[in-house]
């Protein structure tokens, strides 16, 4: 490539991520600026730490981040397990209407969310589930995107190796974890990646499965520092919404590394 269209290629890039990253950059200096100095659209005339120090006061957001963490890991282990396990029955196992019962469950992904609220809702409280983390994370194991992802992947791995394997006595499950998973670790980086961030970030679900905050996610926590009954203030809200934003940064900045070598390992092989 020209050094010339390295280098729009580059400002382009540049003006897209500021673009992109405007709001957070935003809401980064608004955390550190007086509810006054953010009203009045000024300039800030000091930084300080203070929205911080009242975000942690003003609600539990310590044992909000907490849950967050133990249900989106949780969610993001059961689709790692149940997406592989389902991948791998749909591309190893032969067993009659596999094509079909596949498509069937692909089709499952154009049913929006929304439509399964109500009947989720009642399955996990006929369960007991209310104000816990199994209804919380369990409703979310069974994910086709995560199915089709894998099996698209473990398609790739030779047929051969599965025949050496039984010919070896290897049986499904050993063959599963030794062979399967370890080719297919970049796509299970993904794809835990993909359901951790979609986990934290929701609200809706956990909105309607908790009445208290025992088990309540930080999202929810958030919401509470808005008030209607009297003036919000924006830089506590900011502060609570870049702390909400760290763990989620921590984990991308992780991932991208470890996919960056998986990536290399496997065009160097």
């Not at 816990?132 to 473990?154: C, H, V």
């Not at 790739?156 to 370890?182: C, H, N, T």
Request: proline share 4%; glycine share 6%.
């Amino acid at each position: 490539m020209p050094i010339s269209k390295r280098i729009i290629f580059y400002v382009l890039l540049f003006i897209t991520g500021f673009i992109v990253f405007a709001p957070t950059l935003m809401a980064l200096v608004m955390s550190f600026m007086s509810n006054k100095d953010i009203m009045t659209g000024s300039f800030p005339t000091m930084l300080s730490f203070d929205n911080y120090v009242k975000a942690f006061g003003q609600f539990p957001l310590l044992k909000y981040l907490f849950n967050s963490f133990i249900i989106s890991a949780l969610i993001m282990l059961g689709q790692l397990i149940l997406s592989s396990l389902a991948a791998y029955a749909f591309v190893f196992l032969e067993f009659k209407g596999r094509d079909l019962l596949f498509y069937l469950f692909i089709a499952t992904m154009m049913v929006p969310f929304e439509a399964s609220i109500i009947p989720n809702f009642h399955t996990i409280r006929d369960l007991g589930w209310i104000d816990k983390y199994e209804g919380l994370s369990i409703p979310f194991f069974a994910l086709a995107f995560g199915t089709f992802l894998l099996r698209q992947n473990f398609k790739q791995i030779p047929k051969e190796l599965r025949e050496a394997s039984q010919i070896a006595g290897m049986g499904d499950f050993k063959f599963y974890l030794s062979v399967v998973l370890p080719v297919s670790r970049t796509s299970l980086l993904t794809l835990g990646v993909y359901g951790f961030l979609t986990s934290w970030n929701m609200y809706l679900w956990p909105l309607l499965a908790t009445t208290n905050d025992s088990v309540r996610t930080v999202q929810i926590g958030l919401k509470q520092l808005q008030t209607q009954e009297q003036l919000n203030d924006w830089g506590v809200i900011m502060a609570g919404a870049i702390i909400v934003v760290i763990p989620t940064l921590i984990l991308l900045f992780i991932s991208q590394n470890k996919l960056q070598k998986g990536l290399t390992e496997g065009a160097l092989k």
